[in-house]
């Protein structure tokens, strides 16, 4: 057999070896038995056997054009009779760079060889230092170095990105890359435009120095900035700041690296230098276009939000490491703290993520500074305002960080920066290959190599189904950036049919099993690309049993191989249709039966259907049932499809009702009444809620309560459950009585119908709602809760059960069939209504426009704010005139996340979309003599509004005052407070008698 195999390699086509199992084959043998064989006698894998005479032709075509594309080169391999793809090639991405850089270093003239070589090896330790230097700004990168690369002293370059994205990182990088290229230590010189903008003459003198006498007070000759930087770098920043006279400074050195100092008329001075400007602004609109056309690198630095949450995720635990070892302490942050951190929007992009976590810390200081504590926590508490008031996006995006955040971080003082993400370790988790190993060496104790092997063989399915199971529950909802920060970018691009073969062959968009193939086939592409074999055990059987899966698989493998130049074998073929068999045998026994909490989305109009849809597909998991009330259906009729739908779902544990509004609510009620199936309801459902509701319904541990309290606490911070409101703005509540027995049913049933013919003389209304024990006492007492969250307020519990809520009365059945107790107390509830209507009685004198205004709400601003900073001023303004409460500043922010409150011709009307918060009705005025950015726009002045609904007439005179009159342009001109609030009250009086005649 080993003289077989040595023949056939010795006589292989050397440009195409034969693959393990193209040997196997022609051997008749096992493919395992062939790597045995060939690991035996140290023969190498076909990759490594063609390598020599790969690189021998790579070398030849680079020598006749060492400029060739890759596409070129994969060409001129094919018709030398190679069989290799663009991607197969990529394995040789480093050979051929350095093939290239050595043609290219014999055919370029020794002064550029001298001044622009660079090893590979060194070439790759710049840049490293920036997070995403491989990731989203690899890009970037690429560009910088081509930049400083190009003879003879690289090339002028423009470098634009928001406030705080990293442009002065970059320029210093680039600096440092550029010494080691040249071998020699070479100027940097920093100039910010915005300094000189205004004064051309002045600019002049800094950029190009002057000479002596050249204008009164030019007592000495004096170096300019442009000499300082020659042979090395200029780096103007805010270069839109430069007028365009400014700019066309700059042409003559541009053109033709000449310039004169100010004052000479004869001299030209020559420099040669690469000149780097940087801007936030759009560079289209803010530069000249002969001046743009005369930097031919251009470099667009994305902003924060458009960057990974796993680079967001490194740059935190960078800035934590620091803070660590400036304060040197151990800094411990809670993992939905991290989450925050990562999902809030981040104005400021990396510059303000730094300032931030620098002030948590500063925080976080003051609690142990005066004691000997080595660890410093970090809690909400130290987190500002503008952070916490985004909680919203980390319950949108839960799914994504709970694959890499799942537990607290720690940093310690001096320690190395983490370079490897955590998103890499998560895979690991899910290698069956490593399951195998690790798993082999363990029966191998025990059992033969055949026993061994056979009782892997048994094991192997139940562990796909596990695996398979694990990540449709932690990996549900997903996103496919995070997917590709799992599994790498080459391997989904590769993937990008698979999805299409799935739905094909599947006839299923459910992309559960999509992120499962992705999973494990990650694992399988390093496997192959290390060398090592994949062996299953199964793959006879699973050939035999699983025959339509193992031809999805066959075809899925085929796909892979020709993409990614990888040899796939039978056996990785069997590994895939055991997951396809997975999903089909879900398939087959109606996944909502696996599930322990059953699903049902109850709505008017078509909405529950769309709701569904999204929700599953975003999701990954099919699970729930939707009803859609008709237009004119009635109640009755939408209950009979309803209880159909809860015997399907139900599968023991009970039902959770996603509802819209109005009678909808009822319907769990109805339904445990009926039926005895423990019910929750949830109203104003949307997407997010639907998702989450899935999520949690399918968690194997989940029960009915369990899911509906995670839910509520998702209401806690968006309120779901439907709030009526009284005429003052406060909640209205249903007063309601609760009757219990055991079952809910015979007894309580009973004395509800007893009570409510009680009620009736009585002419009160009081509902009255019967419970049952069901399981436990606890179950009555989160029925309680449930109705008290769904605007009940719980006046009385009677019957057989005490659940012993506190602050609820509990009368025994026997005390209510007392009439004169009962009346009594039915009696006293009559009463507090009425002294609470007394006391919540309008005041009787309306406040008028001109009250709406207090010379000590007025601020006037002389440089540019910040929004959140000015709105945070104007709020705490506010709160120490007693007008509103401490968390106004919260709900104005909260307000904003929603939508701008800009509304043209510079001004701004922050406010609130709750009322809670405010004590009494005004107006906060800020005037800014600078203008100030708001979002997109620049705002003169801004109103902060502590109104109420009572108030919106008020509010719309004030409004047309200010968009028809010109009392905007005469504030703004004003500087004292009283002066201010005066010119104010003058228009108002005006445009009040105007509207008198």
Not at 296 to 313: D, F, H, K, M, T
Not at 494 to 502: G, H, S, T, V
Not at 925 to 935: D, G, H, M, T
Request: hydrophobic fraction near 40%; include cysteine; proline fraction near 4%.
């Amino acid at each position: 057999m080993l003289k077989k195999l040595l023949s056939l390699i010795e006589t292989e086509d050397k440009k195409n070896p034969m693959t393990d199992e193209e040997l196997a084959k022609r051997l008749g043998v096992g493919r395992e038995k062939v790597n045995e064989l060939r690991q035996a006698v140290d023969i190498p894998s076909y990759l490594i056997r063609r390598e020599t005479v790969l690189i021998e032709a790579l070398t030849a075509i680079l020598e006749k054009e060492p400029g060739i594309s890759q596409r070129k080169v994969v060409l001129e391999l094919n018709k030398s009779g190679f069989q290799i793809s663009a991607f197969g090639l990529n394995r040789y991405k480093q050979q051929i760079g350095e093939l290239r850089n050595r043609l290219l270093h014999k055919t370029r003239p020794a002064a550029q060889r001298a001044a622009r070589s660079v090893p590979a090896a060194i070439e790759q330790d710049f840049f490293s230092g920036i997070v995403g230097y491989n990731g989203s700004l690899s890009q970037v990168i690429k560009l910088a170095k081509a930049a400083v690369l190009y003879p003879h002293y690289g090339l002028h370059t423009l470098i634009s990105g928001s406030t705080g994205v990293g442009k002065s990182q970059l320029v210093e990088e680039i600096h440092r890359f550029a010494q080691a290229v040249r071998k020699t230590t070479i100027p940097l010189v920093v100039f910010n435009c915005a300094d000189y903008g205004d004064n051309p003459q002045l600019l002049v003198a800094q950029l190009f120095g002057y000479s002596k006498g050249s204008f009164t007070g030019a007592d000495t000759d004096r170096v300019g900035l442009v000499e300082k930087a020659n042979k090395g770098i200029l780096f103007l920043d805010e270069i839109h700041r430069l007028p365009p006279k400014g700019q066309e400074i700059l042409f003559r050195i541009m053109d033709k690296g000449q310039f004169s100092r100010l004052g000479e008329t004869e001299q030209i001075r020559k420099v040669n230098l690469m000149i780097i400007g940087a801007t936030t602004e759009n560079i289209e609109s803010s530069l000249l276009n002969t001046f743009r056309r005369r930097i031919p690198v251009a470099i667009q630095i994305p902003p924060l939000e458009g960057r990974p949450n796993s680079e967001r995720y490194k740059l935190i635990k960078l800035f934590f490491s620091g803070e660590a070892s400036r304060v040197n302490k151990r800094i411990q942050v809670p993992k939905e703290i991290m989450k925050l951190l990562v999902l809030y929007k981040c104005a400021g992009n990396v510059g303000q993520l730094k300032s931030d976590i620098q002030v948590i810390c500063a925080k976080a200081f003051l609690h142990v500074m005066s004691g000997t504590e080595e660890v410093m926590k970090i809690s909400m508490n130290d987190l500002p305002g503008h952070i916490t008031n985004q909680l919203m996006n980390v319950v949108e995006q839960k799914a994504d960080l709970d694959v890499f955040i799942d537990e607290e971080v720690e940093m310690t003082p001096h320690a190395e920066p983490l370079q490897v993400s955590p998103l890499q370790e998560e895979i690991s988790e899910y290698n069956i290959y490593q399951f195998m190993e690790k798993r082999m060496q363990e029966l191998l104790e025990e059992h033969s190599s055949s026993e061994a092997k056979a009782v892997l063989a048994a094991e192997l399915e139940s562990k796909i189904k596990a695996t398979s199971l694990n990540i449709e529950h932690k990996y549900a909802g997903i996103s496919k950036a995070i997917l590709r920060d799992l599994v790498g970018e080459d391997l989904m691009g590769a993937l990008a049919d698979l999805e299409q073969i799935l739905a094909t062959e599947l006839g299923t968009q459910d992309v559960s099993i999509f992120k499962i193939l992705c999973l494990h086939l990650s694992a399988a592409v390093e496997r192959l690309r290390a060398g090592k074999p994949i062996i299953n055990p199964q793959c006879e059987h699973i050939k035999s049993s699983y025959r339509k899966e193992f031809r999805i698989a066959l075809k899925i493998t085929r796909m892979l191989s020709m993409k990614l130049d990888l040899p796939f074998p039978e056996d990785e073929a069997g590994f895939i249709a055991l997951y396809l068999n997975h999903f089909f045998t879900k398939q087959q026994r109606n996944q909502p039966s696996d599930y322990n909490v059953g699903l049902l989305i109850v709505t008017h109009g078509e909405v529950a259907k769309a709701l569904l849809d999204i929700a599953q597909v975003i999701v990954g998991i099919r699970h729930g049932i939707a009803i859609s009330m008709g237009i004119e259906e009635t109640v009755e009729s939408v209950y009979e499809r309803v209880k159909q739908a809860v015997r399907v779902v139900n599968r023991g544990s009970g039902v959770l009702f996603l509802v819209d509004m109005g009678s909808l609510i009822n319907l769990g009620e109805l339904i445990t009444e009926e039926l005895g199936i423990p019910t929750r309801v949830i109203a104003r459902v949307d997407t997010l809620l639907a998702m989450e509701a899935i999520r949690k319904s399918v968690a194997p541990a989940a029960t009915l309560y369990t899911v509906y309290d995670s839910l509520i606490e998702l209401g806690d911070m968006f309120p779901r459950v439907p709030t009526k409101m009284s005429s003052d703005g406060k909640r209205k509540l249903k007063k309601t009585i609760i009757t219990t027995c055991f079952t809910g049913r015979g007894t309580a049933l009973k004395i509800k119908r007893v009570i409510e013919d009680k009620l009736r003389l009585l002419k009160r209304d009081i509902e009255v709602i019967p419970l049952g024990l069901v399981k436990s006492e606890t179950d009555i007492s989160k029925e309680i809760l449930y109705l008290q969250q769904a605007n009940r307020e719980i006046v009385l519990i009677t019957g057989m059960v005490n659940p012993h809520c506190q602050d609820i009365p509990f009368l025994p059945f026997e005390e209510v069939l007392n009439s004169e107790k009962f009346d009594t107390f039915i009696a006293n509830i009559k009463l507090q209504d009425e002294l609470l209507h007394d006391r919540n009685l309008p005041d009787s004198s309306p406040v008028t426009l001109e009250e709406l205004f207090d010379e000590q709400l007025v601020r006037v601003f002389y440089s540019p704010t910040a929004k959140d900073e000015l709105i945070k001023i104007m709020a705490d303004v506010m709160c120490r005139e007693k007008y509103v409460n401490e968390n106004f500043y919260g709900d104005i922010m909260e307000r904003e996340s929603w939508a701008t409150s800009y509304i043209g011709d510079h001004m701004a009307i922050p406010h609130t979309a709750t009322m809670v918060n405010i004590i009494k009705p005004g107006i906060a005025i800020a005037v800014l003599k600078n203008p100030s950015p708001w979002e997109e726009e620049e705002i003169h002045i801004a109103f902060v509004l502590a109104l109420k609904t009572e108030h919106k007439d008020l509010f719309l005179k004030f409004f047309t005052l200010i968009k028809e009159t010109d009392l905007i342009d005469r504030v703004r001109k004003l500087t004292d407070p009283n002066s201010i609030i005066a010119e104010v009250v003058h228009y108002v009086r005006n445009s009040e008698s105007c509207s008198c005649h």
